[in-house]
C-alpha cells in the first residue's frame, strides 16, 4: 500500500523557518517525482516545488525561490521541505505528492497544480504564519 504522510506544520511567525517532512512507503524512491503542492484558504491548489532523486533534480515556484529548499533522504525514503523567511501568503495546506517517471517521459513536466497530475496524495499539513 502506497502511503505519503506530512508531518511538521504548525504555527509560525512572519519571517521565521519551518521544515516539513512527507514519510512515503509502498513504492521505489527513485522511481517517482516527489512533489510539494499547496492549498491557502478559499484558493486552489497551488505547485511549489518538485525532487528528482534520480538526478538530484530540483524545481521551484518563483513564489518561494530562495527561500524554500526541497531535500529528501533516500535511506529513510523521506521527503524534506525547508522553509525560511515564511511569509503571511504562505499560509496554507502543504501536500506531499508523488507521480511516477513514466508518465511524463520526455516532456517538460516537472510539477503541476492539479490533482490528477500525480499518482498519490498525501493528507497534508497545515501551517500559519501570523503575528
Known amino acids: 500500500e502506497v502511503q505519503l504522510v506530512e508531518s511538521g506544520g504548525g504555527l509560525v511567525q512572519p519571517g521565521g523557518s519551518l521544515r516539513l517532512s512527507c514519510a512515503v512507503s509502498?513504492?521505489?524512491?527513485?522511481?517517482?517525482?516527489l512533489s510539494w503542492v499547496r492549498q491557502a484558504p478559499g484558493k486552489g491548489l497551488e505547485w511549489v516545488s518538485s525532487?528528482?532523486?534520480?538526478?538530484?533534480?530540483?524545481y521551484y515556484a518563483d513564489s518561494v525561490k530562495g527561500r524554500f529548499t526541497i531535500s529528501a533522504d533516500d535511506a529513510k525514503n523521506i521527503l524534506y521541505l525547508q522553509m525560511n523567511s515564511l511569509k503571511v501568503d504562505d499560509t496554507a495546506v502543504y501536500f506531499c505528492a508523488a507521480v511516477h517517471l513514466g508518465r511524463y517521459h520526455g516532456t517538460d513536466w516537472y510539477g503541476g497544480s492539479r490533482r490528477d497530475e500525480y499518482d498519490y496524495w498525501g493528507q497534508g499539513t497545515q501551517v500559519n504564519v501570523s503575528s
Open positions: 525532487f528528482y532523486n534520480y538526478r538530484g533534480y530540483t
Open positions: 509502498g513504492f521505489t524512491f527513485n522511481d517517482y517525482a
